[in-house]
T-cell receptor, first 107, second 115 residues
Framework: AQRVTQPEKLLSVFKGAPVELKCNYS??????LFWYVQYSRQRLQLLLR??SRESIKGFTADLNKGETSFHLKKPFAQEEDSAMYYC?????????FGQGTTLQVKP | KAGVTQTPRYLIKTRGQQVTLSCSPI?????VSWYQQTPGQGLQFLFE???????NKGNFPGRFSGRQFSNSRSEMNVSTLELGDSALYLC??????????????FGPGTRLTVT
């Protein structure tokens, strides 16, 4: 079955600390993976796509097919990074989301 | 470009009633998907429409239906509302990128409360 797992519901770090939001997936084939972010009172927005191997707002994510993971990382967290983060797998046009991780960056 | 818009933003209905939600995609996007977001179940895929045809369907009962018009605008309908249908309903539009993937862009959602 296709599934996305985000094991942490809440991740709390201090400003300046490194951040790693975990995402594991189950998919038989070549996955298309994304990270979406939802800031307070804002709409869900695309943060990263695995195929682009880019860095957005200091965040990066590497697809590890051996470990079936797509963890989101940032070396130095900022308070404005506080939000809900969703990992998502694209399957023929539909997105399968993980349960989401709330990132709380304390001052 | 203007983003995805959804109307209405908030809706209160009574059990047994039906409701229609509307979504206008980003100009040029031909694919529209619908998702239900609840605290317990998270984000769940309802269905996807492309060029007026349903291309994908999630695991929701037949009370949930949708359609897409020739201008790519989409509506979803829920009949015989139940308390458990209370949720934020999100619409997303997408188009193929240069890398051959579809990236979905979300609207603000319609908050449906069933009493």
């Amino acid at each position: 079955a296709q599934r996305v797992t985000q094991p942490e519901k809440l991740l709390s770090v201090f400003k300046g600390a490194p951040v790693e939001l975990k995402c594991n997936y189950s998919y038989s084939g070549s996955p298309e993976l994304f990270w979406y972010v939802q800031y307070s009172r804002q709409r869900l927005q695309l943060l990263l796509r695995h195929i682009s191997r880019e860095s957005i707002k200091g965040f990066t994510a590497d697809l590890n097919k051996g470990e079936t993971s797509f963890h989101l990382k940032k070396p130095f967290a900022q308070e404005e990074d506080s939000a809900m983060y969703y990992c998502a797998l694209s399957n023929t046009g539909k997105l399968i989301f993980g349960q989401g991780t709330t990132l709380q960056v304390k001052p | 470009k203007a983003g995805v818009t959804q109307t209405p933003r908030y809706l209160i209905k009574t059990r047994g009633q039906q409701v229609t939600l509307s979504c206008s995609p980003i100009s040029g996007h031909r694919s529209v998907s619908w998702y239900q977001q609840t605290p317990g179940q998270g984000l769940q895929f309802l269905f996807e429409y492309f060029s007026e045809t349903q291309r994908n369907k999630g695991n929701f009962p037949g009370r949930f239906s949708g359609r897409q018009f020739s201008n790519s605008r989409s509506e979803m309908n829920v009949s015989t509302l139940e308390l458990g249908d209370s949720a934020l309903y999100l619409c997303a539009s997408s188009a193929m990128t240069g890398t051959g993937t579809y990236e979905q862009y979300f609207g603000p959602g319609t908050r449906l409360t069933v009493t």
